[in-house]
């Protein structure tokens, strides 16, 4: 097991704890991904725990939602189903672009919090991520800085954002499908997004 736990230098150490023991007693450890749609990234996260650490050391469920606010993931009671998974480590994909367009700032922060406390009553290590860059964004950039400065300590931020280039640049428009509004990352960009998760579970 020596060369799987070296792999898992990259998480928090609370959540490298809970997933040693619980594979030093012969299960799985539990990773529970909350996070908008079953996309490449998610796929790609997969494959690469599986890849590095064969078929016996994590057990992923993921639980998704389309173009829901956060709250309306409260709503539909998500986080139950969460719960419900009994995780070890939870990475929850914080949908800041959907509360953007949807909802006030102040409803946001608020909602936010409340899925991250129905989550924190599981006692797992909970990683939180935005949702994805877009281009030439004006208001939801400042959002996600907003969102990252408030989280409280006990929760991971996953900078991923610091991976891709300025939002304004042509580096950054080169990322996203060109379907009116830049918002979608296309598959490069979904790329650069993978390759930072991968990079946290998996230390390469």
Known sequence: MTKYFALLQNLPQTAQTTVENKV????KAVLT???QDDNNVTKALKTALTANYGDSFWKVNVITYAQDTSSALLAA????QVVATHPDVILYEAPLLNDNLNISQDESTASNQAVLTALA???A???VEPSN?????KIYPTWNAAFKATLPAQYTYLDYWTNFPDGASDAMKALVVDDGNYRTLNEAGQKIWSYALIKTFTTK
């Not at 860059?133 to 964004?137: A, H, M, S």
């Open 33 to 35: 991904l909350l996070v």
């Open 133 to 137: 860059p877009i281009y030439n964004g």
């Open 121 to 123: 009553q599981t006692k």
């Open 125 to 127: 290590a909970i990683l």
């Open 77 to 80: 009671k998500l986080t139950d």
């Open 24 to 27: 030093k007693n012969n299960k």
